[in-house]
């Protein structure tokens, strides 16, 4: 398939506004052109170590200012990186590395116990940045089909598999947002969710594409977030709810400055108490759905809805075209819940290596998201779950986004988890792990209570758990095939 070229993202950028502001880290801020030339020389550094155009490199990498420096470098010389993800085990890394086929791996210092484990060549950042340069040979243009990035879906069932993004995918994403969200050159935009995952990523992608200033942190912190948003004069962010949550406590009485205009909502639809004291705050949400497959957000609902459509993730931005299918591959009806399938310049070619998945997630262009949704009569879409996720309950369809969406408008409930278990008369019944806020002494029967009052009696959990901590992954998206591990290990109390 014939691809079109553009000049090099990085270099392009680098030419075009040399002197404007690329990345804020820490005290330190730079342009894009000594972002280029730190990438240039970094480049230089790669390829004196052996690392050569189209080979798959692997990166295990914190939030820095080196890891941006390493991915452009990445880019620079044609090399495709396989982003992995630095809270996984050693073993999920192992599988990986060997998966993607990586040629080398370029870690943290501080991860070098991972070193006993591996048998392909280690390059520590001390390793690289001590290197000596060669005059890299740079790739002067793109091609918009080659591969960029290869990131790793959780796996909810089976083994990951690695997804390929390429350049196209990361530029159609960017203007699909651009044009969503409006773009102003005034525009700044924090990441404090991670690189390596693709919510982070994406944001360095916009950063080049619109020559837009990113405040990068290495984890999130809410009084520091309010700060840089405040001194560095913020614009949009990228957060899940229980980030939105943290800042809107924090805040207290006060308010966010007029400048700030976007905050970039994924991970599921937010309960109303929230949206409704972001409201009252003047904070703009914009609910949105997408995965590593769509290269971020392919869905987004703009905060004139945000009550009038309460938990709609909102409409396909515009590249990109969303349908629901019925079992029976027929187009659903509005209102009639099927599987989500997804096309458009920003989803993914396929997996790494894996031509039979592939295969089985296309059909005529259109990606199968697997997830469950519906679409209303204005086209507006409600992510119901993913379908991995969903609880059959003497025949009766549960979904646990639902029953979350209800216990999350408790006063006393701080986190929400909610799964199936196997039961011998229903054959799976919901139960619900809570992590109460602090000094909230809220029991399972008055939250029983509460969810008889909001659901069906089918739908309410059959058991309530009360645990610290809910298992999280990177992008703070909940890992609901872990909650039954919290029952095994008894880390959580009824």
Not at 201 to 211: N, T
Request: hydrophobic content about 40%; proline content about 5%.
């Amino acid at each position: 398939m014939q691809y079109e070229t553009m000049p090099n993202f990085l270099k392009k950028r680098a030419f075009l506004t040399p002197e404007r502001t690329a990345v804020h880290f820490n005290e330190k801020t730079i342009s894009f052109k000594e972002l280029y030339d730190k990438s240039y020389q970094t480049a230089g550094k790669l390829q004196g170590l052996g690392i050569q155009k189209d080979q798959y490199i692997a990166v295990l990498l914190s939030n820095h200012l080196d890891t941006i420096v390493i991915l452009f470098a990445l880019q620079l010389l044609g090399v495709k990186a396989v982003i992995l993800n630095k809270r996984l085990s050693t073993k999920e890394l192992v599988w990986q590395l060997i998966d993607s086929r990586a040629a080398s791996l370029i870690l943290e210092n501080d991860l070098q116990q991972i070193k006993e484990e591996l048998e392909i060549p280690i390059i520590t950042k001390d390793k690289l940045f001590a290197a000596p340069s060669v005059v890299p040979e740079i790739q002067e243009e793109v091609n918009l089909g080659d591969v960029c990035t290869v990131m790793y879906t959780s796996g909810t069932t089976g083994n990951p598999k690695g997804v390929i993004q390429t350049y196209g995918n990361h530029w159609w994403s960017g203007v699909g947002s651009a044009l969503n969200l409006g773009y102003s050159e005034t525009d700044c935009w924090l990441c404090s969710v991670p690189l390596f995952h693709i919510s982070g990523f994406s944001i360095l992608m916009r950063s080049v594409i619109y020559g837009m200033p990113i405040v990068l942190h290495d984890s999130f912190d809410a009084v520091k977030t309010i700060e840089d948003i405040k001194t560095k004069r913020v614009t949009i962010m990228s957060v899940v709810g229980t980030m939105l949550s943290r800042i809107v406590e924090t805040l207290k009485d006060s308010e966010l400055p007029n400048h700030f205009r976007c905050m970039l909502l994924g991970g599921g639809p937010a309960p109303l108490p929230l949206l409704e004291a972001c409201l009252e705050k003047g904070i703009p949400v914009f609910q949105t759905y997408g995965m590593t497959e769509t290269s971020s957000q392919i869905v987004t609902l703009s905060p004139e809805y945000s009550i009038s459509k309460l938990g709609s993730a909102g409409k396909p931005l515009f590249s990109s075209q969303i349908k629901i299918l019925l079992e029976d591959g027929q187009i659903a009806p509005p209102k009639k819940a099927g599987e989500i399938v997804v096309k458009g310049p920003n989803v993914t070619t396929g997996y790494l290596y894996r031509p039979d998945a592939t295969k089985d997630a296309f059909n005529d262009g259109w990606f199968h998201t697997g997830d469950i949704g519906l679409l209303d009569e204005e086209g507006f879409l409600y992510v119901l779950e993913r379908r991995s996720d969903l609880i059959i309950s003497g025949g009766e369809n549960i979904y646990p986004a639902e029953i979350e969406s209800v216990l999350f408008a408790h006063p006393d409930v701080a986190d929400v988890g909610v799964t199936g278990f196997n039961d011998e008369t229903w054959g799976q019944v919901p139960a619900a792990f809570i992590v109460r806020k602090k000094n909230a002494n809220v029991t399972a029967e008055e939250l029983k209570q509460f969810c008889l009052e909001n659901l069906a009696k089918y739908k309410v959990p059959k058991t309530f758990h009360f645990t610290e901590k809910l298992p999280r992954n990177a992008a703070k998206k909940l890992m609901r095939r872990k909650l039954s591990e919290l029952v095994h290990e008894g880390r959580s109390h009824r």
